[in-house]
């Protein structure tokens, strides 16, 4: 009873906690105010999330060109000028006392809630070649989707796993001029597939050693084929997509997480854990935008106003 009374009471107590403060979390954020609930948002890195570092986004509704920096300081003080607070640090783990929610932090506060959402997005694989965080956002792209729409007219190096890549090509092939599709590893349905776009150079077995610009942009892309034989291609973007890892490490052992990492949630965004709800890139979903972001925020918090008003009468 004397945790309860301090639960209650505390100053670090909210009606919800958001982890992570990207696109899907700012969105939660701004809807559970709405609702005037009490709401902090945790973020490790700057507010905003990967869309921070985006140049141009000309793929959101109502902005045909805004980049990535101003759309997020957008979202961001929305969020904060609703009433949202924002709590800035590391979250370490999560667990239950009594009917809350307690959230522990590197900086040593514990907090409670009597929801959560976790929006705490993804981390793309990289391969660490030469030139690749030299020429991020200037040419070397994770999204597909994302960045496809610049291509157009342009050559471009597709470098995968052995990961289903078919729609991202079919996506870029009607927009690059030609593309070269490097794949270190192959299996016979996606090569049979990629075979049908005309625009499509597929390597096999191959890689990629450097890539290289002017400083400004991508101008080649240094690749080894398997003959061991060097190709320098003429090239003005480079699209890795080795998949990404769920920032999902502090629900370990929640039973709530797969084996990639990625949280588990029903078609309104809820855990199997009463109280723990989950929003944007960090849930399974075949597209992984902003948009769809925003939309698991919203749909989160409406979910959560609902949860809040049934189990706390």
């Keep these: 009873m004397a945790l309860q009374t301090f639960v209650v009471g505390d100053v670090n107590t909210y009606d919800v906690l958001i982890i992570g403060g990207g696109p899907a979390g700012l969105t939660a954020a701004l809807y559970l105010r709405r609702a005037n609930l009490k709401v902090g948002f945790i973020e490790k890195d700057v507010p905003g999330g990967k869309i921070v570092n985006i140049p141009h986004i000309n793929n959101y509704p109502g902005f045909k060109d805004v980049k990535g920096a101003d759309l997020a300081l957008s979202m961001y003080e929305q969020a904060v000028d609703s009433g949202a607070e924002y709590i800035y640090g590391k979250v370490n783990t999560i667990d239950q006392k009594l009917n809350y929610q307690a959230v522990y932090t590197d900086d040593g506060v514990t907090r409670f809630a009597k929801a959560i959402i976790i929006a705490s997005g993804t981390i793309e694989k990289k391969m660490g070649i030469s030139g690749e965080e030299e020429y991020k956002n200037k040419g070397v792209s994770y999204c597909c989707i994302c960045d496809a729409s610049l291509t157009k007219n342009q050559d471009v190096v597709v470098l995968a796993d052995e990961k289903d890549i078919v729609t991202d090509i079919s996506y870029l092939a009607n927009i690059a001029r030609k593309i070269y599709v490097v794949i270190h590893k ?7 597939a990629l075979h049908h776009f005309k625009n499509v150079e597929i390597l096999p077995n191959a890689a990629c050693k450097v890539i290289k610009g002017d400083g400004k942009q991508v101008t080649h892309a240094l690749i080894v084929d398997k003959n061991n034989k060097e190709l320098n291609l003429d090239v003005s973007f480079v699209f890795i997509l080795m998949g990404s890892v769920p920032s999902t490490q502090f629900l370990s052992g929640t039973g709530i997480i797969d ?10 965004q809820a855990t199997k ?11 399974h979903d075949n597209l992984r935008q902003i948009v769809t972001a925003t ?9 959560v106003i609902k949860y809040i008003k049934q189990e706390w009468k």
């Design 259 to 268: 084996n990639d990492g990625s949280v588990n949630t029903n078609q309104l």
């Design 273 to 283: 854990i009463p109280g723990i709800f989950a929003a944007g890139d960090i849930v």
């Design 295 to 303: 939309r698991d925020g919203a749909l989160a918090a409406v979910s």
């Design 186 to 192: 192959t299996n016979e349905e996606t090569l049979k």
